[in-house]
C-alpha cells in the first residue's frame, strides 16, 4: 500500500469506523482513540495490507481495539460523560434513543456483530474474518442479539 492509498482509506472509511467504535463503545473520546489506533496500525502494517483488503483490516483493528477498551472500561469511571449535540445521522431521535438503549442491552461482541452486519453491511463470511469466528458462530450469535434486541424493543415499558 502506497502513501496515496493510504490517504484513500483515511478519507473513505474514517467516518464510519469512528460510527462503528462509537456505536460498540458509547463512548466518542474512545472511539476517536479506536479510529486512530486503528489506522496507526494500518499505517505500520501499509507495506504487507493491499488497498483493497484496508476496510476490512481497519474493521478488524477496531473491533478487536474496542473489545479490549471494553475490558478496561469496568476498572475506569468516567467523570463527566461528553454530550454529542450534532447528530450525523438523520431520523427520529426518541427513536434513535430507544434503538441505542437496545443495543445496550447486548454484550459487547453481539452488540459489534449486529453493528457489523446491520449498520455497516458486511457479509457473514467478512464479520468471520473481522471477529474471527465462524459463519456459523456469527449467524449464531446475530440470531440471538436479535432476539434479544427484539424482546426488548417489543416491551411497552422500554419504548415509553
Known amino acids: 500500500m502506497e502513501l496515496n492509498d493510504y490517504n484513500l482509506c483515511v478519507h473513505q472509511w474514517a467516518d464510519s469506523l469512528f460510527r462503528f467504535a462509537r456505536k460498540c463503545l458509547g463512548h ?26 484496508a476496510k476490512a483490516f481497519l ?28 447528530s450525523m445521522e438523520p431520523g427520529n431521535p426518541d427513536l434513535k434513543r430507544v434503538l441505542e438503549r437496545a443495543l445496550e442491552q447486548l454484550e459487547e461482541q453481539a452488540r459489534a456483530l449486529v453493528l457489523l452486519k446491520d449498520y455497516e453491511g458486511y457479509s457473514y463470511e467478512e464479520i468471520g474474518r473481522i471477529t474471527g469466528l465462524s459463519e456459523a458462530q456469527v449467524k449464531v450469535y446475530l440470531h440471538r442479539a436479535r432476539k434479544i434486541l427484539k424482546d426488548y424493543l417489543v416491551s411497552v415499558e422500554n419504548i415509553i
Open 28 to 53: 466518542e473520546e474512545d472511539a476517536r482513540d479506536v479510529v486512530q489506533g486503528s489506522f496507526e496500525v494500518l499505517w505500520q502494517k501499509r507495506k504487507s495490507i493491499e488497498p483493497g483488503k
Open 59 to 86: 474493521f478488524q483493528v477496531a473491533y478487536r481495539q474496542a473489545i479490549d477498551v471494553y475490558r478496561k472500561k469496568g476498572r475506569i469511571t468516567y467523570k463527566d460523560e461528553l454530550v454529542h449535540t450534532g
